[in-house]
């Protein structure tokens, strides 16, 4: 089944809901047994059987179901949000005296975690060049226990050459974490590009309309227990509305994921030819860096780019989003909203430094008309005189 018509049928059967064409909203604390030799059986090390709403009921199943297929893993597991979804995988591998690699362009809160989490339990943290590719091997040392990335980084994109990292970690059985955000289940095949365990935050694409709180994590099938067991001793659990919600938005990811697309590649272009801007960080422009792997690597580009500001101070720049009358300015992405922030990667790198040659303002290109999207930017640049 090609992936638009699977994102149709999978995760719901009405058969089994008395024809019901979406699977309904089950909600329970308690699943009854039909006698205690059921109820003592032994548990279910994959955790797919319904006993204890706690560990998911047949819409949360649905859900998980629908994602671990859409992105060709053997399960996955739904989360509160993603930050619960990094914290819970990072934990399931990395232990005190464990070592992780953590790409220098992660995610700031996954950073802090990593910084106040796990150093207090006594593991240790080493962040890397993202675009480090097979050099991670270097890197790796006898207690290393993950390799973390995010590709492309969220603020400052560059693209991680996944395939080759995975190359190097896997020949030293190490296992290779990856926050796919931005790649989506639907335009990276995290576990065909090496990827052990995918990490979602579905308050993004997934759900995809701004309302629901929620991660995802999709593993293969060697590493599923570890990650599944580890959220279930942590009591994570997801409401079954969240998950009828990031379903239904699921349903819908494809058409908004090209929409997404093609508006962003209008604007970054655009943004090209503007003298304002310095640079233009989108992987799908030939002009980025990481344009080689993305496209050898991905089948389409999420709506999140970011741009430097030519000639401008930070002050400026905040009054260049301040101006803007079509984005909104807040955290989180996806949405079918647009946003625009300026963003300070340069306070939050260790390994690697970031001196772009402006401010970095971050945008989110939804699902207005991407004309109106453009004329917004330009009247902002016009009013500040940043030409
Ligand atoms: C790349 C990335 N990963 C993870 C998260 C965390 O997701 P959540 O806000 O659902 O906890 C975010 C949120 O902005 C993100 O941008």
């Known amino acids: 089944m090609n992936k638009d018509t699977l994102l149709v049928h999978v995760g719901r059967d009405p058969r089994q809901s008395q024809g019901m064409v979406n699977t309904p909203v089950y909600r329970t604390s308690t699943v009854l047994n039909p006698d205690v030799e059921t109820y003592e059986a032994p548990r279910d090390e994959d955790y797919q059987r319904i006993t204890y709403g706690r560990h998911g009921t047949p819409t949360t199943r649905a859900l998980e179901e629908a994602v671990a297929r859409l992105e060709g893993g053997y399960h996955a597991v739904a989360l509160p949000s993603g930050l619960a979804a990094i914290a819970a995988a990072i934990s399931a591998f990395v232990k005190p005296g464990g070592h992780i690699l953590v790409a220098d362009s992660v995610y700031a809160p996954t950073r802090v975690f990593c910084q106040r989490q796990l150093k ?12 480090i590719g097979g050099g991670i091997a270097a890197l790796i040392k006898p207690n290393t226990k993950a390799v973390f990335c995010e590709s492309p980084g969220s603020l400052t994109f560059e693209v991680q050459d996944i395939p080759a990292i995975a190359a190097a970690a896997h020949a030293r059985g190490v296992p290779v974490l990856a926050d796919n955000t931005w790649g989506t289940p639907y335009f990276f095949r995290s576990f065909e590009r090496g990827v052990d365990v995918s990490i979602h935050s579905a308050t993004k694409y997934i759900s995809g309309h701004s309302d629901v709180m929620m991660g995802l994590i999709v593993t293969n099938e060697q590493h599923w227990r570890t990650v599944r067991r580890t959220v279930a001793d942590f009591g994570y659990s997801v409401s079954p509305d969240d998950c009828y919600l990031a379903l239904r938005g699921l349903r819908t990811i494809g058409v908004r994921l090209k929409q997404h697309m093609a508006s962003a590649l209008g604007v970054a272009r655009w943004l090209r030819s503007r003298p304002e801007a310095r ?4 992987p799908a422009l030939t002009s980025h860096p990481g344009n080689t792997i993305w496209r050898r690597d991905f089948s389409g580009a999420a709506g999140l ?14 009054a260049f989003v301040n101006s803007l009358t079509l984005f909104g300015i807040g955290s989180s992405w996806g949405g079918y909203e647009s946003l625009a922030t300026v963003a300070h990667p340069e306070k939050l790198r260790t390994a690697t430094q970031w001196k772009p040659g402006g401010p970095t303002i971050r945008l989110h290109i939804g699902l207005e008309d991407p004309a109106d999207l453009m004329a917004d930017l330009e009247q902002g640049f016009n009013k500040l005189g940043m030409a």
């Open 120 to 131: 207090a339990k006594g593991a240790e943290v080493e962040y890397y060049d993202p675009v």
């Open 305 to 318: 780019f970011s741009f430097i500001l030519n000639r401008a101070s930070e002050r400026q720049a905040a």
């Open 279 to 282: 640079h233009v960080l989108y």
